[in-house]
């Protein structure tokens, strides 16, 4: 079994930060690209970052110069620094894993069950 677990999430005023965590644990073999989604109320899910294996990253549009998605290979874990927050990045993120597990022969996706981030004074 393999699970992601998202923390990091929470209220916050406009132009605040928040630091989003998501850690891969179980039978897992090798992971390569991680990413951050988000997925506001009546919108499709959307890239948020994305960060390979040896570290190479990129960023939709709307948060270059405000995210930055960070990874600890040795603890199987990505972060989101999320920093000048406006109301329109109110959405839950979530993580994804593109991993091989132990024994598996494919790389596949995996999902956490989301944080929710709410920018709002």
């Known amino acids: 079994q393999v699970q992601l677990v998202e923390s990091g999430g929470g209220l916050v005023q406009p132009g605040g930060s928040l630091k989003l965590s998501c850690a891969a644990s179980?039978?897992?073999?090798?992971?390569?690209?991680m990413r951050w989604y988000r997925q506001a109320p009546g919108n499709q899910r959307e890239l948020v970052a994305a960060?390979?294996?040896?570290?190479?990253?990129n960023y939709a549009d709307s948060v270059k110069g405000r995210f930055t998605i960070s990874r600890d290979n040795a603890k199987n874990t990505v972060y989101l620094q999320v920093n000048s927050l406006k109301p329109e990045d109110t959405a839950v993120y979530y993580c994804n894993a593109f991993l091989r597990r132990i024994g598996g022969r494919w790389y596949d996706d995996y999902w956490g069950q989301g944080t929710q981030v709410t920018v709002s004074s």
């Open positions: 960060i390979t294996s040896t570290g190479s990253t």
């Open positions: 179980g039978s897992i073999f090798s992971i390569n690209t």
